[in-house]
């Protein structure tokens, strides 16, 4: 779903001096990942750059994600502004996810051969910045049904947990769309609302003590490294 960025209103908004101080602060947060490649057992996350818009773009042209994902199709200079806009949003977090297997076999191979989708969390409630929606999309069909977009959900609300200080998570989907609901419930997510006009179905994890407990016990094996100072990268 490519919303353009809340960044301008969270700056220039109503609210008292101490609601704007404690979302921008909140929100700065949020670019924290641009230096930060997650390493998982089947995913890699690393920061969305100018490199992946092309095979993002491509992604993008098929009517069935762009319906998926809410999303409008754009030209790719407007894909390479919305890279930047994401990148530079205080309120939005977004991670290109990368095939973790062909990354690490195929040293010399660019990020680009290895994209397999993405993941986001925006800020979307401007009084509430421990609240963090989350999206995610395994693009490409091949890669599907084989725990890539559990492992990324996963290791996203990790790093909202730990790095962006959320404690709740929502995700609205199109009711129709069964393995999104059916994965995000596997995660823990329950149904809260729906809504008939725009025809979705929110979904929400509020982090106990029990779920923080779970969630780490999941991500256990994660590992977060510098985006390319030369020690992460076997590509
Ligand atoms: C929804 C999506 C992210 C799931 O990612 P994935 O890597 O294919 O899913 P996983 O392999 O991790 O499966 C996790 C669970 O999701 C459910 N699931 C996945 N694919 C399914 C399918 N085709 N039918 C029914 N349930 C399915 C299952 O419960 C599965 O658990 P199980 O394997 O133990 O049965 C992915 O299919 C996708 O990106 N689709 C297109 C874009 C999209 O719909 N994005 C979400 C917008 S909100």
């Known amino acids: 779903m490519r919303e353009p960025g809340l960044g301008a209103w969270l700056v220039g908004g109503g609210g008292s001096p101490l609601l704007q101080w404690t979302l921008s602060s909140a929100a700065a947060n949020m670019r924290l990942n641009q230096n930060t490649l997650l390493l998982g057992k089947k995913v890699v996350l690393v920061p969305y750059t100018s490199e992946h818009v092309p095979r993002y773009h491509e992604w993008m042209k098929s009517e069935e994600l762009q319906h ?5 199709p754009l030209s790719l200079e407007q894909e390479y502004a ?82 962006l200080d959320l404690t709740k998570f929502e995700a609205k989907i199109g009711q129709g769309n069964e393995p999104s609901i059916r994965m995000f419930q596997k995660l823990h997510f329950e149904q809260v609302a ?12 509020t982090m106990s003590e029990s779920e923080h407990h779970w969630l780490l016990e999941q991500t256990s094996h994660v590992e977060e490294k510098p985006y390319r100072d030369g020690s992460a990268e076997p590509c």
């Open 82 to 163: 919305m890279q930047r806009s994401w990148r530079e949003d205080a309120d939005k977090c977004t991670f290109i996810v990368l095939d973790a297997e062909k990354w690490q076999a195929q040293p010399g191979a660019t990020e680009e051969s290895c994209m397999v989708g993405d993941v986001n969390l925006f800020l979307t409630d401007l009084e509430d910045p421990t609240l963090g929606e989350i999206e995610v999309m395994i693009a490409e069909p091949s890669c599907r049904g084989k725990g890539l977009g559990t492992e990324a959900v996963l290791m996203m609300l990790s790093y909202g947990v730990t790095r």
């Open 194 to 205: 729906v809504s008939s006009v725009f025809q979705e179905v929110t979904l929400r994890l």
């Open 68 to 72: 998926l994902t809410a999303s409008e």
